[in-house]
């Protein structure tokens, strides 16, 4: 970058915000919007990130005590930077990866401003742009890119009891088995998340009930390489849309106590009781469905399909790889497999708490402009919306499976900040009547970066 575009940039984190003018305004500086802001610094765009809270606030505070990132160190970051304290190896806490983000932000200072929350963005009706109402008063925009994250508020769903007696919180409320009352607990729920916060209740001596869907399950690694490798190589984060009917199905991977793979029939040898997909709730009684058995074969055909690709993988690439044949054995069954409750009494079995580790849904209350299908849903090529000007960045399959992880993000914010150049290339484009007339004109110093 210039110094004359450094200096621009700074310009813009240091104005007042009320009657700013900004080119484009990022909204978030999470991941997502600190790849933006690197990618169109890169490009000499004036713009402005905002940010409600902190840098990174959902790796600070929206996520449990003792996570880690779930890839590795060497592939869970921004190609500008490593974790230089970390192995490549390990796997980064959630704090690490927060502080990550600052320093990267640091590094090219990119003009953030945290604590400012961003409440309405509208079109204007007299004039190109948008204006944007902020709880630090209001901007104009000529465009605007949500970065405001792919989970942003817990969904519980609505089977959910009105029982006062039971503890019930969201995963993304979730910090540690302390929180807890004394007593079992149910984790509704198998992906990243319940499956780890219910292996971490269970190793701190409670009984946990895990109700298990339809989940994928890749090897922690097979024959020396990481799954995130695996996913790499053989095309799998580049997938533009999950397959026909796996819509909903979750991902269960862990990266605690070094990493390892999530393997649903050790953990009920362990001790945890694995049970179908939660039904409803009546009387005291939580039902279950009878799918167990069905999730359990169809996240091993998952597995499998893996190690599969991953042999015929090494096989084609004639790669010198150790083979792991341990890695196909089937752990055997136990009880609450074989023979899955229907139903549990929660009193009876001493349940006292539920954790509801069932996903996000996204709100863009704030985005009042015509980026949006019937159903809500943002209408986006691979994050250029259907209204001119506006963008979105970190949402799940922007452009494929691995747009709202770390690595995937960045290269979706490398596109939109690509297209937002060339607009401004039109834009700024004069034919030969208007360049004539700007040779005779006397010359107008025009803002440096396009913030007035
Ligand atoms: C439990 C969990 C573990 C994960 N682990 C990994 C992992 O190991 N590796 C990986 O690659 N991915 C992981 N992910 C997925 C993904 O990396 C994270 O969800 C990540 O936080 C997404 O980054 P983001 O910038 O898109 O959104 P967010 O981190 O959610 O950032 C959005 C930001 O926008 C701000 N904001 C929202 N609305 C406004 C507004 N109106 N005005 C101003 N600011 C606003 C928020 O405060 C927030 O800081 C994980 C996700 C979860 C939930």
């Known amino acids: 970058?210039?110094?004359?575009?450094?200096?621009?940039?700074?310009?813009?984190?240091?104005?007042?915000?009320?009657?700013?003018?900004?080119?484009?305004?990022?909204?978030?500086?999470?991941?997502?919007?600190?790849?933006?802001?690197?990618?169109?610094?890169?490009?000499?765009?004036?713009?402005?990130?905002?940010?409600?809270?902190?840098?990174?606030?959902?790796?600070?505070?929206?996520?449990?005590?003792?996570?880690?990132?779930?890839?590795?160190?060497?592939?869970?970051?921004?190609?500008?930077?490593?974790?230089?304290?970390?192995?490549?190896?390990?796997?980064?806490?959630?704090?690490?990866?927060?502080?990550?983000?600052?320093?990267?932000?640091?590094?090219?200072?990119?003009?953030?401003?945290?604590?400012?929350?961003?409440?309405?963005?509208?079109?204007?009706?007299?004039?190109?742009?948008?204006?944007?109402?902020?709880?630090?008063?209001?901007?104009?925009?000529?465009?605007?890119?949500?970065?405001?994250?792919?989970?942003?508020?817990?969904?519980?769903?609505?089977?959910?009891?009105?029982?006062?007696?039971?503890?019930?919180?969201?995963?993304?409320?979730?910090?540690?088995?302390?929180?807890?009352?004394?007593?079992?607990?149910?984790?509704?729920?198998?992906?990243?998340?319940?499956?780890?916060?219910?292996?971490?209740?269970?190793?701190?001596?409670?009984?946990?009930?895990?109700?298990?869907?339809?989940?994928d399950r890749p090897p922690r690694a097979y024959r020396n390489r990481d799954f995130c490798w695996w996913l790499g190589v053989l095309g799998e984060w580049d997938a533009e849309a999950a397959q026909p009917g796996k819509e909903h199905v979750t991902i269960a991977v862990s990266g605690a106590r070094g990493g390892h793979t999530v393997d649903f029939r050790r953990l009920a040898s362990e001790g945890i009781t694995l049970v179908g997909l939660t039904k409803a709730f009546s009387d005291g009684k939580v039902s279950f469905q009878q799918d167990l058995a069905d999730n359990l074969a169809r996240g091993d055909e998952n597995y499998l399909s893996l190690l599969d690709a991953a042999d015929a993988y090494i096989a084609r690439n004639g790669l010198d790889l150790p083979e792991e044949p341990e890695a196909r054995r089937v752990f055997p069954d136990s009880e609450c497999i074989t023979n899955p409750l229907r139903e549990l009494d929660l009193a009876e079995a001493g349940v006292t708490s539920v954790i509801w580790a069932t996903g996000y849904s996204v709100d863009f209350s704030w985005l009042q402009v015509n980026a949006f299908d019937a159903n809500g849903k943002p209408q986006h090529q691979r994050g250029v919306s259907s209204e001119p000007g506006v963008y979105f960045v970190g949402l799940p399959w922007l452009s494929r499976r691995g747009s709202t992880f770390i690595w995937g993000v960045w290269h979706d914010a490398k596109h939109i900040a690509d297209h937002i150049a060339t607009q401004r290339k039109y834009a700024e484009y004069r034919d030969a009547s208007q360049r004539a007339a700007d040779e005779h004109a006397p010359v107008e110093k025009l803002s440096l970066m396009g913030v007035s």
């Open 1 to 215: 970058m210039t110094d004359l575009n450094q200096t621009a940039l700074q310009k813009c984190a240091d104005m007042t915000l009320d009657q700013m003018e900004i080119d484009t305004l990022i909204v978030g500086a999470g991941q997502a919007g600190v790849a933006m802001s690197e990618h169109l610094s890169k490009l000499g765009v004036p713009h402005l990130v905002l940010e409600r809270n902190r840098i990174a606030e959902g790796w600070r505070t929206g996520r449990w005590d003792s996570l880690v990132a779930n890839g590795p160190a060497w592939h869970d970051r921004f190609p500008g930077m490593e974790f230089d304290d970390l192995s490549p190896d390990a796997f980064a806490s959630k704090d690490r990866v927060a502080a990550y983000f600052e320093a990267y932000a640091n590094k090219f200072k990119a003009p953030i401003r945290t604590g400012v929350e961003v409440k309405r963005v509208v079109r204007n009706s007299d004039r190109p742009g948008f204006t944007v109402e902020t709880s630090q008063g209001v901007i104009k925009a000529n465009r605007v890119v949500s970065a405001t994250g792919p989970f942003q508020r817990p969904v519980i769903p609505p089977i959910a009891p009105k029982d006062e007696t039971l503890m019930q919180i969201h995963s993304a409320h979730y910090r540690n088995p302390q929180q807890l009352p004394e007593g079992a607990v149910l984790v509704v729920g198998a992906g990243s998340s319940g499956v780890q916060i219910a292996d971490e209740l269970r190793r701190a001596g409670k009984q946990v009930y895990l109700s298990v869907g339809a989940h």
